[in-house]
């Protein structure tokens, strides 16, 4: 779906899938060199990593494998609840491998920071962060990020993965949902 067919959903276009494009080819070429002679394992974090994850995959030019991880922190609330919950574990072992945590975008970090120290705790070789978007006004825990595609403003992004309650993760760009939406 094109950002045009919801322009009157979005405030502000962030992203065209051309820049978007345009940044994971930039961070794939870095991946490549830092990966050069080895297979990393890429980790989705489910769901909206989803076209992160597909179109760095597609964009790498190194053997690689990928897996899956879905957590939660937020129960049924729309405030965190310090407890990282694992609704979906990985199906590979991590054991001595050099792990790449994909994702769409860091809010407060608190999760993702748990993920990575959890993965590191399973005898992962290493385990670096590759994430499409930051809002660093969002941060509460400071994680150290490898691979970074663009800083945006606190506010609430959908497209590219990123949804308002299940909607607009097929977008083709990234933009500002319009406060009328969700009020």
Known sequence: MELSDVSADLSEVLFTEQQIADKLAELARRIEADYAGDRPLLVGVLKGAVMVMADLARELKIHLDMDWMAVSSYGAGTQSSGVVRILKDLDTDVQGRRVL??????????????????????????????????????????????????????????????????????????????????Q
Request: charged content about 20%; overall charge negative.
């Open 101 to 182: 945590i994909v994702e769409d975008i860091i809010d407060s970090g608190l999760t993702l920071s748990w993920l990575k120290a959890n993965l590191a705790t399973r005898g992962a070789a290493s385990v670096e962060i590759c994430a499409l978007l930051r809002k660093p006004d969002a941060v509460k825990v400071d994680v150290d990020v490898r691979y970074l595609g663009f800083d945006i403003p606190n506010a609430f992004v959908v497209g590219y993965g990123l949804d308002y309650a299940e909607t607009y993760r097929n977008l083709r760009g990234v933009g500002v949902l319009s406060p009328h939406v969700y």
